[in-house]
Nanobody
Framework: QVQLVESGGGLVQAGGSLRLSCAAS????????MGWFRQAPGKEREFVAG????????YYADSVKGQFTISRDNAKNTVYLQMNSLKPEDTGVYYC?????????????????WGQGTQVTVSS
């Protein structure tokens, strides 16, 4: 089992940047494909970005392609989400998630482990 702790959220003006981090417990981080999801008030949780276990493959929701970058450092048990050119519609709680031995997926149900989330608020 893995425990995930997100950090790096906050309040930023439109056009600004934030870098989210998700630290995982244990020594088996490289066994997990990782994903970032977000949930805006009154909306369902949606996929944002995912990365394979080695980091060789990344994939993004159409809404954030070219704007967000996911990466991971298996030596540090951490996955990152660099968010640039932020817009008010990027506001929400951002969650990281882990999929044991998975190839990576944009499907919420594929991820077994979830962090508590970090709030991102983008003001106009």
């Amino acid at each position: 089992q893995v425990q995930l702790v997100e950090s790096g959220g906050g309040l930023v003006q439109a056009g600004g940047s934030l870098r989210l981090s998700c630290a995982a417990s244990g020594r088996t981080f490289s066994r997990y494909a990782m994903g970032w999801f977000r949930q805006a008030p009154g909306k369902e949780r949606e996929f944002v970005a995912g990365i394979s276990r080695t980091g060789s493959t990344t994939y993004y929701a159409d809404s954030v392609k070219g704007q967000f970058t996911i990466s991971r450092d298996n030596a540090k048990n951490t996955v990152y989400l660099q968010m640039n050119s932020l817009k008010p519609e990027d506001t929400g709680v951002y969650y990281c998630a882990a999929d044991l031995y998975g190839p990576g997926s944009d499907a919420h149900a594929k991820y077994e482990f979830w962090g508590q989330g970090t709030q991102v608020t983008v003001s106009s």
